[in-house]
């Protein structure tokens, strides 16, 4: 036993001890996270679990929308010129729980989705009715040339194959829109603003229009533009709220 060379103690370096104390505390930071996030969400879902009066007051509300649509569509329109219809371009603005189902798919088949969607449409008979039923949730009116031009430029989306694809290559508007004589993106703009005989085809290929919420211009008010509102038919001013949401 006395001829045994007594082996040096292992140490381990004070720069790894210290990346393993680090490591030690990351991971009880982020196990003390992930309990606090765990308690925020079974917290917000005891606060958003709707009581029965909740569910009374909207059917309510959804009552009185179907009631005031139907009123709405009794109200006698402005005779418009169906010779040339005129461009709209209609401004998604309004509209959450409070929508009767009926209103809700009118507004669907506008393509107009969510808040603050926009989309082009032509200005004739069935389609100002379709705008009646959905007038507390929407705003439209005439765009100009320019703020059509630079809508598109600027926020212009292609619809292929459901999906939405950005308007960066002619050959893709070609590819879609060739057999109608629109080859490019200047095609497009003049088809949408002329109401040309392809108008439709062209307002199809475009996904609809994701605005920004403007700062002012909005006043969260469901009552007619007319009547100092937010909401339904602003003839040319519209220009003014598209400049504040493009």
């Not at 917000?44 to 679990?49: D, L």
């Amino acid at each position: 036993m006395s001829g045994e060379v007594a082996q040096p103690l292992t140490t381990v370096p004070e720069i790894i001890l210290k990346k393993r104390k680090s490591n030690e505390e990351l991971a009880l930071r982020r196990r003390e996270q992930l309990e606090q996030r765990k308690f925020r969400q079974n917290k917000s879902k005891q606060e958003f679990i709707k009581k029965p009066e909740d569910f009374v007051k909207e059917f309510r509300y959804r009552e009185v929308d179907l009631v005031q649509m139907k009123n709405r569509l009794k109200r006698k329109r402005s005779a418009i010129e169906t010779t040339n219809p005129q461009l709209l371009l209609v401004i998604r603005i309004q509209g959450k729980n409070d929508m009767h189902p009926a209103v809700r798919k009118n507004l669907y088949s506008l393509n107009l989705r969510r808040i603050f969607n926009a989309v082009f449409v032509r200005a004739d008979e069935a389609m100002l009715e379709k705008l009646q039923r959905v007038e507390p949730y929407v705003t439209y009116g005439y765009p100009n040339l320019k703020n059509v031009k630079e809508l598109i430029y600027k926020k212009g989306y292609a619809k292929i194959n459901k999906q939405r694809v950005p308007l960066t290559d002619n050959n893709l508007i070609e590819e879609a829109l060739a057999k109608y004589n629109i080859i490019c993106i200047e095609d497009i703009v003049h088809e949408i603003a002329s109401t040309g005989k392809y108008f439709k085809e062209a307002a199809s290929f475009l996904w609809p229009f994701t605005l920004n919420k403007p700062e002012v211009g909005l006043k969260g008010v469901k009552a007619r533009f007319q009547d100092g509102g937010d909401t339904g038919d602003r003839g040319d001013k519209i220009n003014e709220l598209i400049s504040k949401m493009n």
